[in-house]
């Protein structure tokens, strides 16, 4: 098959497709990205035209909605690391954990999920202060199935370590032996605090309960600030009183939303006083 190229009109059509389904604002600079990510697939789907696979993604059968999820998969996926923005993680050892009623488990969201490295960078912080057989819980979401799929795993290979301490990685993570070499599996004792749902935060969100702390880091970035202000409403009403939200060092709320206070760049928090019925 030869080189497949992407007019114009179709990369817009990817933009407002993405964009629709995922919030995301695919940039005018993507569009090699875009080729080299879809590429492949149109030719496994032995497609000679963007156009051909655009119609594919928008129909209306099961297996459309299944390539359309494979599409998204493919343009939403981001680089994360253990411990990536360090100050967050220990805010919540020195702050957030302290302050938290002792009786009450500790419900806590990363709503970008991706691989599950933020995931388990909390649960080996959460393990550390109210141990492993501690109240505490974390949900990890994604949009993408794939990554959903990597993270509810907890099985990496050795060089994914950038970020972890050598302590945690003896201590918490186990490591791979004959077939596995090379490989870590997060410790089955860490895993059970977590569950794992795909999520769309550009559509009304599931009945997933109220929580003290939403991680919400390196998303928004893809979004216009019409898409930023709508999800970070709906997220904002999933915090318990008092809960913090937290996102990522390049990114702000600054006329986004107003029910959540700033305590320092990046973490914001809904007044205690804020309660709803």
């Known amino acids: 098959m030869k080189e497949l190229g992407i007019t114009d009109a179709e990369f817009a059509r990817f933009q407002r497709l993405i964009h629709e389904i995922a919030g995301i604002s695919l940039a005018d600079s993507k569009k090699v990205l875009l080729v080299g990510r879809?590429?492949?697939r149109l030719r496994a789907l032995q497609l000679d035209s963007f156009s051909r696979y655009l119609d594919l993604v928008t129909g209306a059968?099961?297996?459309n909605a299944q390539e359309r999820q494979a599409m998204v998969?493919?343009?939403?996926?981001?680089?994360?690391?253990?411990?990536r923005e360090q100050a967050h993680f220990d805010y919540l050892r020195n702050t957030i954990v302290p302050q938290h009623p002792p009786q009450q488990p500790l419900e806590i969201w990363s709503a970008a999920a991706s691989t599950g490295e933020e995931i388990y960078t909390l649960a080996m912080v959460l393990a550390d202060c109210l141990g492993v057989q501690g109240a505490?819980?974390?949900l990890g979401s994604d949009i993408s199935t794939q990554v959903l799929a990597t993270a509810a795993r907890g099985h990496y290979w050795l060089e994914r370590t950038r970020g972890l301490p050598a302590e945690y990685l003896h201590k918490y993570c186990l490591k791979g032996v004959r077939s596995q070499e090379g490989s870590f599996l997060i410790a089955?004792?860490?895993?059970?605090?977590?569950?794992?749902?795909?999520?769309?935060?550009n559509a009304p969100l599931p009945d997933?309960?109220?929580?003290?702390?939403?991680?919400?880091?390196?998303?928004?970035?893809y979004f216009d600030n019409h898409t930023k202000r709508e999800v970070v409403a709906r997220i904002v009403q999933k915090l318990h009183p008092g809960g913090y939200l937290i996102v990522g060092h390049s990114e702000s709320l600054n006329g986004i939303n107003d029910s959540?206070?700033?305590?320092?760049p990046t973490i914001y928090?809904?007044?205690?006083?804020?309660a709803r019925t």
């Open 38 to 40: 879809l590429g492949k």
């Open 61 to 63: 059968g099961a297996g």
């Open 73 to 83: 998969d493919l343009l939403t996926t981001n680089e994360t690391y253990f411990f």
């Open 136 to 138: 505490w819980n974390i």
């Open 188 to 201: 089955p004792e860490l895993r059970r605090h977590t569950r794992f749902m795909q999520i769309n935060l």
């Open 208 to 221: 997933i309960g109220r929580f003290h702390v939403v991680f919400l880091r390196n998303v928004m970035i």
């Open 260 to 264: 959540v206070k700033l305590v320092r």
């Open 269 to 274: 928090r809904l007044p205690p006083a804020q």
